[in-house]
């Protein structure tokens, strides 16, 4: 009797340590799997930031460069000196600030990217110099005829420009035509003096406020153009 219920102990106590250790290995089985799956997510989190690193220093290094490009451009432009001294130093000059301040021209992206953006500013120049030399014109007219028929006033309106480089954009351009100089830019309001009323009614006609939106692709002016680059990334993208 004594012995038979030995026995039992004996196989109850070697069933309990057999699940003991089935239930034991099932948790080392859980743990190795927890600590496979962790180890699968910081491999996948650490690529994801060294993807989205490399990408950014790549944006980074874009806007850099056209920065230094644009900037190197307004300098041969506006210098007239297209000799070797002069040009190193507006190289100099241009990589110096596009190194400081690269971020803030191509802030605020829309639906498109950074070169497209640049190669709309870059085909604005064109415009914006015939629109500078046609102002030196009728100044010259307004100020060589006997009675200066000039009309000063300060014109105040509202701009649908959006961001503020767009903004700081459309500002300088009216201050570089001659007859028009940006005085103040309030809550969206541009505080802007007009020499003339031919000056001040090609500014209220809204088209270099419209190719200054173009450029940056502000949703309020929309272009066929801005509806053909949309239609180029989304067929890329696949949707």
């Known amino acids: 009797m004594e012995v038979t219920l ?3 102990a004996t196989e109850s106590a070697f069933k309990i340590l057999e699940d003991a250790r089935n239930h034991a290995a099932g948790i080392m089985d859980t743990t190795i799997e927890l600590m496979a799956d ?3 997510f910081i491999k996948e989190k650490r690529c994801r930031a060294i993807f989205t690193g490399a990408q950014r220093r790549k944006t980074r290094f874009q806007n850099f460069v056209g920065t230094a490009i644009i900037l190197f451009i307004f300098w041969a432009l506006l210098s007239g000196h297209f000799d070797l001294f002069h040009l190193s130093i507006g190289a100099v000059c241009s990589l110096t600030v596009a190194y400081l301040f690269h971020d803030l021209l191509f802030v605020n992206v829309r639906v498109g990217n950074i070169h497209t953006m640049a ?3 870059l085909k604005y120049i064109p415009w914006l110099l015939g629109q500078i030399l046609i102002a030196n014109m009728h100044v010259a007219a307004l100020v060589l005829r006997p009675k200066m028929p000039i009309n000063p006033r300060i ?18 351009s ?4 001659p007859g028009t100089i940006t005085i103040d830019i309030r809550d969206g309001e541009f505080y802007v003096h007009a020499l003339s009323q031919m000056v001040a009614d090609d500014l ?8 200054v939106a173009h450029i ?7 272009y066929v153009q801005d509806v053909l680059d949309a239609a180029r990334i989304y067929e890329t993208l696949g949707v």
């Open 6 to 8: 030995l026995i039992e």
């Open 38 to 40: 962790e180890n699968r």
């Open 119 to 121: 190669w709309r500013f």
């Open 155 to 172: 014109m105040r309106f509202k701009t649908k420009l959006e961001t503020d480089i767009s903004k700081v954009t459309f500002a300088n």
């Open 174 to 177: 009216i201050t570089l035509t």
């Open 204 to 211: 209220y006609g809204g088209e270099m406020e419209d190719r």
């Open 216 to 222: 940056f692709m502000e949703g309020d002016h929309l």
